[in-house]
């Protein structure tokens, strides 16, 4: 039987614009009931904020988050003591592991914050974890430049023997961000086990052997049929996507807003660590952000 040279896609989901924060607006498609997770991946949200919104003061367990900027600036503080500011080109990856509670908001001095927010589950083994707070500045990101044309930024994972050992993921995860000019074609590899999808921002790409054309504000889910290639190509525009691709856990998936765990009686407990401040939340008890 003959084989696929490049995966798939298996279906596009728009990313529909709602309300989300304080008086933001973003554009959701993992996370709605047409694709309510991809395992391991539980929402992506590609959002925009002005200086009269943002995402104050709220809690987690149970994931890791990822904020990827694209442009202006995103204020990031916890209760852990962490705090920091990313731009353009910037990331930050917080393991929320068994608590934390923490604000995202825009520089209001530098007007709109435009990313990408990405929710990873964490196998139930790290759950419980201390959480973790890792930042990359756009120039710690390396690229790789496969041809004239096409720029890959290697956040995490490998392509084109470019890798990155800078950001620990505990859920094994690939997360690329791709550039390429009109009339261009790229191959890259994805290890077999992973389901992964990709996110159009700009352009239009066109995916697999038959070409599959991905839009704007489309979310591609992958084939899972261990391909480890995907053929990538552009015809008569430059194009902005990334590529996400991800370790499934194949685990039990609870979840109730910002708390991810592997069972009901799991969530319960959360929702009583967190009203008591106990079992990793005991800092959220007096704890607010310092620009919320």
């Not at 934390?100 to 825009?106: A, K």
């Not at 929710?119 to 890792?134: A, F, R, T, V």
């Amino acid at each position: 039987m003959a084989t696929s040279n490049s995966r798939s896609i298996l279906r596009s989901v728009l990313a529909r614009e709602q309300a989300e924060g304080a008086g933001a607006r973003v554009r959701r498609s993992i996370g709605r009931p047409e694709l309510r997770h991809h395992d391991p991946f539980l929402m992506l949200d590609e959002f925009s904020v002005d200086k009269n919104g943002g995402f104050p003061d709220h809690p987690h367990r149970g994931l890791e988050t990822v904020a990827y900027m694209l442009e202006g600036q995103l204020q990031h503080e916890d209760f852990a003591g962490n705090k920091a500011t990313i731009g353009p080109g910037d990331l930050q990856w917080m393991t929320a592991g068994r608590g934390i509670v923490h604000s995202e908001m825009p520089v209001q001095s530098q007007g709109r914050a435009h990313g990408l927010q990405l929710w990873i589950n964490l196998p139930q083994e790290h759950k419980m974890c201390e959480p973790q707070y890792q930042q990359l500045r756009d120039q710690e990101i390396p690229r790789a430049v496969p041809q004239e044309g096409v720029t890959i930024k290697v956040i995490a994972g490998e392509s084109h023997g470019v890798s990155t050992g800078r950001v620990y993921t505990r859920t094994p995860t690939m997360f690329l961000d791709f550039k390429m000019e009109k009339n261009r074609m790229v191959v890259q590899s994805i290890p077999a086990s992973y389901t992964g999808f990709i996110y159009v921002l700009k352009g239009a790409v066109y995916i697999g052997d038959n070409e599959y054309e991905g839009k704007p504000h489309h979310t591609l889910t992958l084939s899972e049929d261990s391909t480890e290639t995907i053929k990538l190509q552009t015809k008569d525009e430059d194009t902005h996507f990334v590529v996400i691709a991800g370790q499934p856990l194949r685990e039990p998936i609870v979840q109730h807003g910002p708390f991810v765990m592997n069972t009901k009686e799991e969530i319960y407990k959360t929702f009583i660590d967190y009203q008591y401040g106990q079992n990793g939340f005991e800092r959220a008890r007096c704890w607010h952000s310092s620009f919320a």
